[in-house]
């Protein structure tokens, strides 16, 4: 009976520590979340914060530039708080500061990054727009087996070249199109060559055996590509007409990584239809986009995870309405009421919505907020949350328009 009664409780102790332990690790994880890992602040100006945090706190600021303060308004290089407790920041010159935050004042909890910078104006948009991206070298989409002019089925590539790979030269010759690469291949005269192949931002050099397939060509048997093109939406513009637009980046729609670009273009873009979202299931946007000099409205100089960005031309600041706002701050983000804009139904207007939720740690980069609409004409009109489909509109070399329909990679709404 009491070997019985020992044993019971120590299962009750390591279910009573494993709990703590849990609890623990659980409010240390919405501690971080709740405690933002960047922050900015308008040059020579102060501004007051609170971190939602269960433990007294201590803040130590490393530069002279940001000087830290709380009830007693006196200015510190470190303070401490206690819970919620509000506390001032001031900043100096413009540049990045650093403060240390510190649990008990003992335990490093985490770095804040300080940006201190001038008062920022953009154009919200909300506009489609035609994208075009370039890639960075030749992408390998994944490889494949050939039929050899013996009919026998190999795969050259397999085990050499792989998924997100990119290709930049052939035989020492760089590359710079696909068309390129598979001209190269067809002239191959046999034997073994060297492809130079850039893998997670390392550049290496891959011999393969190109097969003379049954068409009397040779093949590598990889599946390539060397652009990518949808339909998305301009955020905003500045007054010097640097954009940002999607506010994520633009993956490949086959091996899912972050496209690399060389370079890229914007183009008009036109809504045509809308598919209402269901629970579960997202709407769909169809629409039209103008590739040609004419209809050509800005450039794209990077694709990272927190969206693409570049520089419109002057024709699109002509078509571009609505005055400059001052760029809130990301620790000016809370939750409830605000608006978004957008031309889904053909003209560009303004919709309600409701922060739900917002995320100040920088482990989600493109994914921060949970907005739920609540505006009933634009519910009506789109059901929710709405992804792309691109009409492409070209032309041939005699001038007949080309329609070609696939599935955008990029969602819509942002």
Same mark, same amino acid.
């Given at each position: 009976?009491?070997?019985?009664?020992?044993?019971?409780?120590? &299962?009750?102790? %390591?279910?009573? %520590?494993?709990?703590?332990?849990?609890?623990?690790?659980?409010? %240390?994880?919405?501690?971080? &979340?709740?405690?933002?890992?960047?922050?900015?602040?308008?040059?020579?100006?102060?501004?007051?914060?609170?971190?939602?945090?269960?433990?007294?706190?201590?803040?130590?600021?490393?530069?002279?530039?940001?000087?830290?303060?709380?009830?007693?308004?006196?200015?510190?290089?470190?303070?401490?708080?206690?819970?919620?407790?509000?506390?001032?920041?001031?900043?100096?010159?413009? =540049?990045?500061?650093?403060?240390?935050?510190?649990?008990?004042?003992?335990?490093?909890?985490?770095?804040?990054?300080?940006?201190?910078?001038?008062?920022?104006?953009?154009?919200?948009?909300?506009?489609?727009?035609?994208?075009?991206?370039?890639?960075?070298?030749?992408?390998?989409?994944?490889?494949?087996?050939?039929?050899?002019?013996?009919?026998?089925?190999?795969?050259?590539?397999?085990?050499?070249?792989?998924?997100?790979?990119?290709?930049?030269?052939?035989?020492?010759?760089?590359?710079?199109?696909?068309?390129?690469?598979?001209?190269?291949?067809?002239?191959?005269?046999?034997?073994?060559?060297?492809?130079?192949?850039?893998?997670?931002?390392?550049?290496?050099?891959?011999?393969?055996?190109?097969?003379?397939?049954?068409?009397?060509?040779?093949?590598?048997?990889?599946?390539? &590509?060397?652009?990518?093109?949808?339909?998305?939406?301009?955020?905003?513009?500045?007054?010097?007409?640097?954009?940002?637009?999607?506010?994520?980046?633009?993956?490949?729609?086959?091996?899912?990584?972050?496209?690399?670009?060389?370079?890229?273009?914007?183009?008009?873009?036109?809504?045509?239809?809308?598919? /209402?979202?269901?629970?579960? /299931?997202?709407?769909?946007?169809?629409?039209?986009?103008?590739?040609?000099?004419?209809?050509?409205?800005?450039?794209?100089?990077?694709?990272?995870?927190?969206?693409?960005?570049?520089?419109?031309?002057?024709?699109?600041? /002509?078509?571009?309405?609505?005055?400059?706002?001052?760029?809130? &701050?990301?620790?000016?983000?809370?939750?409830?009421?605000?608006?978004?804009?957008?031309?889904?139904?053909?003209?560009?207007?303004?919709?309600?919505?409701?922060?739900?939720?917002?995320?100040?740690?920088?482990?989600?980069?493109?994914?921060?907020?949970?907005?739920?609409?609540?505006?009933?004409?634009?519910?009506?009109?789109?059901? =929710?949350?709405?992804?792309?489909?691109?009409?492409?509109?070209?032309?041939?070399?005699?001038?007949?328009?080309?329609?070609?329909?696939?599935?955008?990679?990029?969602?819509?709404?942002?």
């Amino acid at each position: 009976m009491r070997r019985r009664k020992s044993g019971l409780y120590r &299962r009750l102790a %390591w279910i009573f %520590w494993l709990t703590a332990i849990a609890g623990t690790g659980f409010v %240390w994880y919405l501690a971080d &979340r709740s405690v933002p890992d960047r922050i900015s602040i308008i040059e020579n100006q102060q501004e007051e914060f609170a971190f939602p945090l269960l433990w007294k706190t201590t803040l130590s600021s490393g530069s002279t530039e940001v000087a830290l303060g709380n009830e007693s308004n006196i200015p510190a290089d470190e303070i401490t708080i206690s819970s919620s407790e509000p506390f001032s920041i001031f900043a100096g010159e413009k =540049g990045s500061y650093q403060v240390d935050l510190k649990l008990l004042g003992l335990i490093k909890f985490k770095d804040i990054q300080v940006d201190v910078v001038d008062t920022q104006y953009a154009v919200p948009c909300g506009t489609p727009i035609g994208i075009y991206l370039k890639s960075n070298g030749i992408m390998v989409i994944g490889t494949g087996r050939v039929t050899g002019e013996d009919g026998v089925e190999t795969e050259p590539a397999y085990g050499r070249l792989k998924s997100g790979d990119y290709i930049e030269a052939f035989n020492g010759a760089p590359l710079s199109t696909k068309e390129e690469l598979i001209q190269k291949v067809e002239n191959w005269e046999g034997g073994q060559a060297s492809l130079t192949i850039r893998r997670e931002g390392e550049t290496m050099e891959v011999a393969l055996d190109p097969v003379k397939g049954s068409d009397g060509q040779y093949k590598l048997g990889a599946w390539v &590509r060397d652009d990518t093109q949808g339909i998305g939406t301009i955020t905003y513009v500045d007054p010097n007409g640097n954009f940002g637009a999607l506010g994520h980046g633009i993956s490949d729609s086959d091996t899912g990584e972050l496209v690399e670009i060389e370079n890229g273009a914007l183009y008009t873009a036109k809504i045509m239809g809308v598919e /209402k979202g269901e629970a579960g /299931k997202p709407g769909l946007l169809s629409g039209v986009i103008y590739y040609g000099p004419q209809s050509c409205m800005g450039e794209i100089s990077s694709n990272t995870e927190d969206g693409i960005f570049g520089k419109v031309n002057q024709q699109f600041k /002509k078509e571009l309405s609505g005055e400059p706002v001052e760029i809130a &701050r990301r620790q000016e983000v809370k939750p409830g009421p605000a608006v978004i804009r957008t031309t889904v139904s053909g003209e560009t207007k303004d919709y309600s919505v409701e922060i739900q939720k917002v995320d100040y740690s920088a482990t989600k980069k493109n994914k921060t907020m949970v907005l739920k609409v609540t505006d009933p004409e634009l519910l009506a009109f789109t059901g =929710g949350i709405v992804q792309g489909l691109v009409v492409r509109y070209n032309r041939d070399n005699t001038g007949n328009p080309l329609f070609t329909r696939f599935s955008g990679a990029c969602p819509y709404f942002h």
